[in-house]
């Protein structure tokens, strides 16, 4: 088994790093957390860099990148503290690579590589979370036009980008796995409201409510083929949580290591905290949770680059290294004491914005519906 | 037109560990293209595009003999690259270098241009273009800010102190540039892979005549990391005014300005 890098992604790395460290900085993320404002300048240092080429076919201007090394450059922005700093938007862009049009594609594929945020995902209702087949919002076809109605939330960057990706449920099929469809509607039409709703963390990414009121749209919105589009959205949401995996892998080594140090260097009782027993029970234990959230994203990346089928490992990575991964933040918090409940103290952003995780993209609960449903299945 | 640039590779000080003893290691460090001289192969990438090749030039011991090292450089730009790889060059002196390198430069003929980053991330001696150019027997200057090529010379800014020159050298000529005289570019996956496929040649200094291999000019009997002098840790509160004025005063009470 070999875990070393190839030259070509230790160099993608490096030149990765001096990117970060040149356009995003603490200074630069804490100030986006404290005015809640999106990592603009950086997306576009992102673009202009190249990396946002990264990881789609040469023909749309982009250059192939394997799993492991769009995992690797999400761990970094997160190690760097920036909260979904690199992966996010590839992976939505993906979606419209394999189903959406041509004129889709170079939409969004424009947008993306400008460095902006070509659109957000609207799935989540009111009414339907965890249980996406409770979905109400329907697309209803009228003289040539489709008619939206319903509304969304929890849409993160609703209002920043220029598209939403929709999906709706036509709500007389009996079947709704079969009943969605997945719709790409310019956000500025009439009809559409978008409400931001006020949240304790993630600040560089506004979440909102999101109210489609008989929007008319063109047809050729639709992405892919009507009621397939909930088939459509399974298609990546494996490799989603092996990228949200990854960010919490970032993020927790940055919260270990700001802890690791403080151990070294605080005093109490004459001595380092680090000397302490139970100070070094916390860290072994961190470092610990760290190596096996780092081989789970690594296996699930190497996994999906091998081709071999992810069956649960992306819901099991994702839910060990999310649980993991807070538990980390909040043994380094710990390990902080006061200062680090100060806004000063990196750590506390990373604590609240690793929280959150467990729920966005999948709850614990349903990554463990996934994974013990298949077991008994396997076993029975 | 064939522009050459002087790369060297080298630990990273940010990794130097120093000891109770002040002893400086640097075993654990990464290795990579000196900070200064990736601005030399930004200045040199720039300039090419109008008018030529750039060959860089990397001479070291056998550990900078990987694929690594060359995919490094070449991702930053360069056409191809030259590596003068000998154990003989184990802790070079400046003298060491420049021989070796100017030596490169010859065996490569047809040179108009060499350019070198104002010193080396680990060692800062600020010596080795110069003796470069000295060697080859060309006109050498440091300190330029900006370089253009304006046919059979070039025409460069120098920094001194408070002022800019501006000079009109003719070619060829080796010129060490300031850190910030162009910002280096952030290699991407494609320049990552491009590099893959550049060519390079490896040298013995044996390859390249008697004078690239001299010998060292000076022993180095120890090196110690300097005692940092204890900070002060003050903090000016008030306007950035008010500020501004306490901290000289407290610069003047010191005797530093
Ligand atoms: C930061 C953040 C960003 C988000 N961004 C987006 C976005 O961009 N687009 C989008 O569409 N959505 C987004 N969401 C929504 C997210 O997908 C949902 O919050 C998530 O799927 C859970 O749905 P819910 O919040 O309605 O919780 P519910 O489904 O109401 O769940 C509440 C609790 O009940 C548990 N539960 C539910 N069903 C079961 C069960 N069968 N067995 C056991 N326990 C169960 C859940 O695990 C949870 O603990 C985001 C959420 C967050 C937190």
New binding site residues.
């Given amino acids: 088994m070999d875990f070393s890098l190839t030259d070509e992604q230790q160099l993608l790395l490096d030149s990765f790093q001096e990117l970060l460290d040149r356009e995003c900085s603490e200074s630069y993320i804490a100030e986006l957390d404290r005015t809640h404002q999106p990592a603009t300048a950086f997306n576009k240092a992102l673009s202009e860099a190249g990396f946002s080429s990264l990881g789609f076919p040469e023909e749309y201007g982009g250059t192939p990148a394997d799993a492991l090394t769009l995992v690797l450059l999400a761990e970094k922005a997160a190690h760097q503290g920036l909260t979904n700093g690199f992966g996010g938007a590839l992976l939505q862009v993906r979606d419209i690579l394999m189903f959406g049009s041509e004129e889709q594609k170079k939409t969004v594929l424009a947008l993306y590589q400008a460095g902006e945020s070509p659109f ?5 209702e009111p009414g ?4 996406d087949a409770g979905m109400t919002t329907t697309a209803t076809r009228a003289d040539g036009k489709v008619i939206i109605n319903g509304s ?6 609703a209002q920043e980008a220029k598209y939403g990706l929709v999906l709706t449920r036509d709500l007389e099929n009996p079947h709704p796995h079969r009943a969605m469809s997945m719709w790409l509607i310019p956000m500025d039409l009439p009809g559409i409201t978008i409400h931001p709703l006020e ?1 304790f ?2 600040n560089n ?1 506004e ?1 909102n409510e999101v109210f489609f009121d008989h929007v008319e749209v063109d047809p050729s919105t639709l992405v892919g083929e009507e009621n397939n589009g909930f088939l459509q959205l399974m298609k990546n949401f494996e490799f989603e949580r092996v990228v949200i995996a990854a960010s919490v892998l970032g993020q927790a080594q940055a919260a270990f290591e700001d802890a690791a140090r403080h151990a070294a260097t605080r005093k109490q009782f004459g001595q380092p905290i680090g000397d302490f027993q139970l100070i070094q029970l916390k860290l072994t234990n961190m470092a610990v949770k760290l190596e096996n959230i780092r081989n789970l994203v690594y296996k699930s990346a190497w996994m999906i680059d091998a081709g071999q089928p992810l069956k649960t490992m992306a819901s099991m990575t994702k839910l060990y290294a999310t649980q993991a991964g807070f538990e980390i933040a909040d043994d380094a918090l710990q390990i902080f004491g006061g200062i680090g409940v100060t806004a000063d103290a990196r750590i506390s952003r990373l604590w609240r914005d690793m929280r ?1 995780n467990r ?8 990554m463990i ?1 996934t994974v013990g449903r298949q077991i008994v299945k396997d076993f029975g | 037109m064939t522009i050459t640039v002087l790369c060297k590779w080298c630990p990273d000080t940010e990794d130097l560990e120093v000891g109770s003893d002040g002893s400086i290691s640097f075993e654990r460090a990464k290795w990579s293209i000196s900070e200064y001289d990736r601005v030399a192969l930004e200045v040199a990438t720039s300039l090419a595009t109008e008018v030529g090749e750039v060959v860089a030039v990397v001479a070291g011991t056998s550990i900078i003999d990987t694929s690594m090292t060359r995919k490094s450089v070449l991702s930053r730009g360069p056409d191809r690259l030259v590596m003068v790889v000998d154990d003989r060059l184990a802790e070079a002196d400046a003298r060491q270098s420049a021989s070796a390198l100017a030596g490169a430069i010859a065996r490569i003929g047809d040179v108009d241009l060499v350019l070198c980053g104002a010193g080396s991330t680990d060692l800062f001696a600020q010596q080795v273009g110069i003796q470069v150019g000295e060697r080859l027997g060309w006109p050498t200057l440091n300190e330029v800010a900006s370089v253009h090529l304006t046919g059979s010379s070039c025409r460069v800014e120098r920094r001194v102190v408070d002022e800019i020159d501006t000079l009109e050298v003719a070619l060829p000529v080796a010129l060490a540039v300031t850190a910030d005289a162009a910002l280096p570019r952030v290699p991407g996956m494609r320049e990552i892979l491009a590099a893959g496929k550049k060519p390079t040649v490896v040298w013995s200094l044996d390859d390249l005549g008697p004078p690239a291999a001299v010998d060292r000019a000076s022993q180095v009997v120890s090196t110690v990391a300097r005692s940092h002098s204890t900070r002060l840790q003050v903090l000016f509160e008030g306007s950035p005014t008010e500020a501004a004025a306490q901290l000289v005063g407290a610069l003047r009470h010191e005797s530093l300005v």
């Fill in positions: 957000s995902l609207c799935i989540t339907a979370g965890s249980d969304k939330t929890f849409i993160t960057g949240k963390a993630w990414e979440f959150l729920i966005g993209g999948g709850t614990d609960e349903m519906h």
